[in-house]
């Protein structure tokens, strides 16, 4: 069992020290943790709240909504906890009481759980059907995307979010292997296209690349950062931690410029009006004792901001 507070079986929180210190402005807040997972961010933040604040715990996995019931049912019972089974892009719709927050966290990517559980598809390192979605009540797999999608629009997936340099090579191997239903037919198939001494790394990015594309993750990102302003109470804060370089352009553009596309916006004086103010000039990473404790936590990049009162010129 690790030695990291609040880890679980299922899943390790990654610098949760570092999550409170930024989320956490007033003790009697309400804080919405839209990728609650085993829990652990949501039992550190309790743990620092007083008997009036609350925490908001959402997953779109059903998996993780059953987990922090089953851990946390007395700060259920009063009142200090609520769980809903979402999307964090639907904020609006799913928890339209509880909004504006004090804080909102977002932890990207996977959990340990969905990862070392076999047949929900997402490791190569596991035989099993190649599914993939965190939210098991919707259709498309992983199988559907490789034996339905063109060459072409495979590349588009290997290359936009793997950043897979052997894309072309994938995406053929792939059509001429089909069906490929399983997890290590599809790795199979990916050593077999590339070189040697690419293999594990271009097994990684296939499946990384799989796992976006199933659970449309940057659109979902995009979407909740896009609606950040209306989830942040004016002088809350946003802290996300993410995975991949993908991801954290978006989350450093967003702090920075207020917008993920185009040009920020202007006052008449041509001065940029940014509504939040980064907290985090560059972003946080786990120091070698929580990499040494959690080798998952390596690639995590933390960001932070507050959300301004009147947008900020710059
Ligand atoms: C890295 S884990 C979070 C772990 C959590 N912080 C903990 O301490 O246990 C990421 C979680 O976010 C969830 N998730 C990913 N994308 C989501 C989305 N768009 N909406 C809601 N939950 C999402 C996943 O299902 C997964 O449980």
Not at 214 to 239: K, P, W
Not at 284 to 306: C, Q, W
Request: aromatic share 4%; with cysteine.
């Amino acid at each position: 069992m690790s030695t990291v507070p609040h880890a679980t079986g299922y899943h390790t929180p990654v610098l949760s020290h570092t999550v409170l210190k930024y989320l956490v402005t007033d003790i009697d807040g309400t804080y919405v943790d839209a990728t609650a997972g085993g829990g652990g961010h949501v039992a550190a933040i309790l743990s620092v709240l007083s008997p009036k604040g609350r925490v908001v715990a959402v997953d779109r996995d059903s998996d993780a909504v059953q987990t922090v019931k089953a851990r946390l049912p007395d700060a259920i019972k009063m009142r200090r906890l609520t769980v809903c089974k979402g999307r964090f892009s639907n904020l609006q719709n799913l928890i339209p009481d509880l909004l504006p927050a004090t804080g909102l966290l977002l932890d990207l990517g996977v959990s340990s759980h969905q990862l070392d559980t076999g047949q929900r598809g997402f490791s190569h390192r596991q035989s099993a059907y190649l599914d993939m979605r965190m939210d098991t009540d919707l259709n498309l797999t992983a199988a559907d995307l490789v034996n339905g999608a063109t060459e072409d629009e495979l590349l588009t997936i290997l290359r936009s979010w793997g950043e897979e340099p052997s894309a072309r090579a994938i995406a053929r191997a792939m059509i001429a292997n089909r069906p490929i239903e399983t997890t290590t037919g599809l790795a199979r198939t990916v050593r077999d296209a590339v070189p040697a001494r690419q293999e594990s790394r271009a097994v990684a990015r296939t499946f990384q690349a799989l796992r976006i594309a199933v659970n449309q993750e940057l659109e979902e990102l995009a979407q909740v950062l896009e609606t950040s302003l209306n989830t942040v109470a004016e002088g809350g804060r946003m802290v996300v931690i993410s995975y991949h370089s993908l991801e954290d352009r978006m989350v450093k553009r967003m702090l920075r410029d207020g917008v993920l596309n185009g040009e920020p916006k202007r006052d008449l004086y041509g001065n940029r009006l940014v509504p939040w103010k980064p907290l985090t000039r560059r972003p946080v990473t786990p120091d070698a004792a929580e990499i040494a404790a959690n080798r998952r936590s390596r690639s995590a990049k933390l960001r932070a901001g507050t959300r301004c009162s009147v947008p900020v010129s710059t």
